[in-house]
């Protein structure tokens, strides 16, 4: 008998029809012998339509309030499921966050899970029940509700996964997997088998989004087997585990891509201590993240900086800059909005010598100039222009040798949102 | 300075406008100089489209998961009023029925409190804090979420008042107070400034909304005071108390009507021991509810009965009564369901004799005879034909002096929903 925990998120459940599609898939699991806990997200467009009752009274309100308003519609899923599996000849019960033990830390709309209580969780799975916990929440030790923030549901099921000592979480997405890059860019586009933990949390940071970066951290961190799959189809997945098998003569798993960069330089710097440590803390102080930086040598005691930053932030990251020129003498600061930023991610990189190499050269038989370069152990990121991406992405598609592996995508891009 | 529990039902929040109205009069109450602890219910027709979404997964759910889904439309309603007040620059804080030490049986649906652990609405008071409390809910000692059924915010608004006790618990509705009679029959009703626990259980079981029994039970249990007030004037309401004082020369102090009548007499019945143990054990086990009960003599050992009931309930009842036939023998029974029961209530009437004379005088100068009578210490009531129903509260409403007192209902009936 095992022991699983199932991931559904809001769209997986936004329509009576396939709330029931989603009962039934879990009475499956419960069905073939196994103890099934599930975490369900809010449906559909409910978080969406408290945001906007809350608006007219306060659109500015307390995160405490927020976190009280919002964390209904988790449990509305869950009491609405928990009914859906009775109606259909089974035993469940919806827990909150609360209920299932969830403790954060007092922190509202971003709080980290600090601490599982899986007491009631074992009761019910004692009781014969299937378990339905409200995703995204918890409490606090003095018994306040908290949200945990963007990705959420997805930490909720992976954590409640490695306090029971789950034999799987199974993350429930309107994809069939994660991808070897973007099937709407690339129609030869396959499905992964397996992946690693490493390589999940750089695709994930890099814009793929089956799967929220810090669910993946804490997967890696606890060792809980993740399975990335289908709500709408019985294919297998994509299992995300430490040690990932790559196919033979293949060294790059996947390819990234992130159309919202922008590029700002801060040109004739002087060369004197604490200039980054001033330039990047006026940053992160106005909640500007910076995503790769360079600096070219230094030349007659100065020096060239380029990073680059979500396109939004651009205009306010520039007026960060001429604020503190007197901390940080410099002559110039250009910016350039109309960029991406393309990545190729696998373990094997780290023993395969010229896998950038490669990477460069696919890139420039299209004409395309590299404008910065950045690399990890199992990365490597250039940022370009923002045309021609499609061929950018389908040309390393083709180099890395993605194209002619076994599994290939069938669907097409309308499978997905 | 005084503790002031004020209770706000879902109409008096049902939009933004409402809201807003709302929070500005629980922030004079702050300002003032009071500690406020406001009960909501939830806005609207939150209750009924939770109930509608339900229906469609599950036309018969478990209650325990009703409960579940059912209370978030109360966690909307605090979260949304604690915002409201945050915006207009005072301090609030939202509790569910659970954080605010709301104990419960085990009971879903319909569960009754057990206990109340004030200690986290002292810390918010002692913080400067106005305290939202979610009405309608509460916990189970194992961590479940209950509801309390009907009149459950009035409810929790009382027994909020007992544990903290309260200097009163003002129960905000959309009439300025209780009437002498429905202002809709007769336009020269007065609201009372006073009413006792006795008389407004009467008047509230027989018809009149404006609060629930059973939170005028739990008020006179644990001598609460009560004021029933209107959300939308600054009218001073009606005191609802242990005695109140009566206007010279007034033995009545209101008149009820109840529309929704049936009667069932069950003729020649054998009179044997248990006779009336099995008919009505048979009722109650059915789940209908019986109002007024009359027996008539014995005569060659043969009996009549006659009782009152909804309504809805009368053919369901004369199936049952059928089928106990053998162990009640008798010889036929007969229904009638275009009755009212018409009830003058007053504290007065114990100590002045020919109270009930006037009435019965009052009711057949018009012609209308009266089928049945009950009588308590405080009130008698007349179950008559459906037609003139406002003739006769009108002559019983002119001939117990009720027209001629100082404060007269100003508004229309256009004001009562």
Not at 30 to 44: D, E, F, I, L, Q
Not at 62 to 70: G, S, T, V, W, Y
Not at 382 to 387: F, G, K, N, Q, V
């Given at each position: ?28 699991s ?15 467009d409910?978080?969406?339509d408290?945001?906007?009752q809350s608006?007219?009274l306060?659109p500015?309100p ?9 964390t ?30 969830i ?15 899986p ?20 409490m ?15 930490t ?13 979480c ?68 994509t ?25 700002i ?21 106005n909640?500007?993240?910076?995503d ?18 979500s ?7 520039v ?9 940080v ?20 990189m ?30 490597v ?7 021609p991406?499609?061929?950018?992405v ?24």
């Open positions: 008998m095992s022991l699983i925990v199932m991931k559904f998120g809001g769209s997986s459940v936004g329509t009576p029809e396939r709330m029931q599609r989603v009962a039934k898939r879990i009475i499956e419960h069905k073939a012998g196994n103890r099934v806990a599930v975490v369900v997200s809010a449906m559909g409910t978080t969406d408290l945001i906007d608006k007219l306060n500015n307390p995160a405490r309030e927020m976190d009280m308003l919002l209904t519609g988790e449990q509305i899923s869950v009491a609405l499921l928990a009914m859906t599996i009775h109606q259909m000849g089974h035993q469940a019960v919806s827990l909150t966050g609360w209920q299932a033990g403790r954060t830390e007092a922190v509202h709309s971003k709080a980290k899970i600090t601490d599982i209580r007491d009631r969780l074992f009761k019910e799975f004692d009781a014969g029940n299937i378990v339905i916990v409200a995703g995204f929440q918890g606090t030790e003095d018994g306040d509700i908290t949200t945990l923030g963007r990705g959420g549901s997805d909720t099921a992976v954590a409640l996964a490695a306090a029971v000592k789950a034999d799987v199974e993350i429930y997405t309107d994809v069939d997997g994660v991808y070897s890059t973007d099937p709407r860019v690339v129609k030869c586009a396959r499905k992964l088998n397996e992946i690693s933990y490493d390589e999940m949390l750089e695709l994930a940071h890099l814009g793929a989004a089956v799967l929220h970066p810090r669910a993946v951290e804490y997967a890696k961190h606890n060792n809980v087997k993740l399975v990335v799959r289908s709500s709408f189809t019985q294919n297998e997945g299992s995300v585990k430490e040690e990932a098998v790559m196919e033979q003569g293949v060294v790059v798993r996947g390819i990234a891509f992130d159309k919202n960069v922008a590029r330089s801060i040109l004739g710097v002087q060369d004197v201590p604490g200039v980054l440590a001033n330039v990047f803390g006026a940053l992160a102080n909640g500007i993240d910076v790769i930086i360079v600096q070219s040598g230094v030349q007659d005691g100065k020096a060239d900086f380029s990073f680059t930053l396109r939004d932030d651009k205009e306010k990251a007026s960060v800059i001429k604020s503190v020129r007197e901390q003498p410099f002559e110039e600061v250009t910016s350039e909005d109309n960029l991406v930023k393309v990545s190729i991610v696998g373990a094997g780290v023993s395969n010598p010229g896998v950038a190499a490669t990477m460069f050269a696919a890139i420039s038989e299209i004409g395309v100039s590299i404008k910065m370069v950045s690399t990890s152990e199992i990365k990121s250039c940022i370009i222009a923002a045309e991406l499609q061929d950018v389908r040309a390393l598609h083709t180099a890395y040798g993605l194209d002619t592996a076994e599994q290939v995508f069938v669907g097409g891009p309308q499978d997905r949102r």
